[in-house]
Nanobody
């Protein structure tokens, strides 16, 4: 079992920055993949960024060059640094973890970017 607790969402103007945090209830060194999905109103949930235990990252094209995913194994936490935010980044952001063959999700944190 893995519990995930997100924080760091909020309201920001376009061009601003936010950093999301996802704290895991267990040592993340043994977690296969961690990352972030987002879901905007009326849209399907989409993968934003992922990070494997081996350090390989992947981003959806719309955030490349603006978002950076990272992890701090000592704190069992994964981060999503979001820069140059756009109104279209507005969504609920969900942290996820793949541990073994199971997927785990956080409760979600709202990110709102005003024009």
């Amino acid at each position: 079992q893995v519990q995930l607790v997100e924080s760091g969402g909020g309201l920001v103007q376009a061009g601003g920055s936010l950093r999301l945090s996802c704290a895991a209830s267990r040592n993340i060194v043994n977690i296969n993949v961690m990352g972030w999905y987002r879901q905007a109103p009326g849209k399907q949930r989409e993968l934003v960024a992922s990070l494997t235990g081996g350090g390989r990252s992947n981003y959806v094209s719309s955030v490349k060059g603006r978002f950076t995913i990272s992890r701090d194994n000592a704190k069992d936490t994964v981060y999503l640094q979001m820069n140059s935010l756009k109104p279209e980044d507005t969504a609920v952001y969900y942290c996820y973890a793949v541990y073994g063959s199971s997927w785990y999700w956080g409760q979600g944190t709202q990110v709102t970017v005003s024009p």
